[in-house]
Every structure is written in C-alpha cells, then in structure tokens.
Nanobody, 125 residues
Framework: VQLQASGGGLVQAGVSLRLSCDAS????????MGWYRQAPGKEREGVACVAPSNVGTAYADSVKGRFTVSRDNDKNSAYPQMNSLKAEDTAVYFC???????????????????WGQGTLVTVSS
C-alpha cells in the first residue's frame, strides 16, 4: 500500500488550500479515507475522514466548518479542501486508507497500519 499526500505549502492565514492523497496497491473504493496532522511537538490527530462512495464525512471539532473532504474513487484519490486556514493548522498532513469507520479512525481508536508520506502545510499569521 502506498499513500502519497501532496499539495502542502506556505500560505497566509485566511486563505484556502486543497490537499490530495493518491493511493495505490489497494482496493481503494471500499476503504474509509482518513486525514491526520501532526504539528511540531504535538501528537498526531485525526482531522477529517470520508466514507466509501462519499456517503459520509467526519471532522475534528478544530476544523469543522472550515475543512471539507471528498474522494474520487475512479482516481484512487481523496481531497481535503481547507478554508479559512489558521496558524494552528500548521502541521504535516497524512492520509490513510482503512476499513474501520470514520469515528474510530479520527479518534485513533483504530490506528492506521500505514501512514504514507505527508505534506507540510505552514500557515503564517
């Protein structure tokens, strides 16, 4: 399984950014796609998750109303649209693909078996 997150960069507070996660080596469509982030000196946290076939999404309270996650099963990809970025959103973002439902993934009740390569998002205030 290979998971590649991309689209990060240095942006100013208040702007939007769209990340991408490209997956290979797995049957993509049945999996829940989770997005996590890890800020310097902090533990990794779940921020967003999209269920198979876009039938449901879940978000951490810290990003609810600002982040929207979607997926394209034809492209084996998932995308968090991040709006109104804040300095506290600065982190390395990772994506995962698991069979566990979103609530278990976001809470890290189920820890993903593979994280893949993350992408750094830096928000300047």
């Amino acid at each position: 399984v290979q998971l590649q997150a991309s689209g990060g960069g240095l942006v100013q507070a208040g702007v939007s950014l769209r990340l991408s996660c490209d997956a290979s080596g797995l049957l993509f469509s049945p999996n829940f796609m989770g997005w996590y982030r890890q800020a310097p000196g902090k533990e990794r946290e779940g921020v967003a998750c999209v269920a198979p076939s876009n039938v449901g999404t879940a978000y951490a309270d810290s990003v609810k109303g600002r982040f929207t996650v979607s997926r394209d099963n034809d492209k084996n990809s998932a995308y968090p649209q991040m709006n109104s970025l804040k300095a506290e959103d600065t982190a390395v973002y990772f994506c995962t693909a698991e069979s566990a439902p979103c609530d278990q993934l976001l809470s890290l009740w189920v820890r993903p078996g593979s994280w893949g390569q993350g992408t750094l998002v830096t928000v300047s205030s």
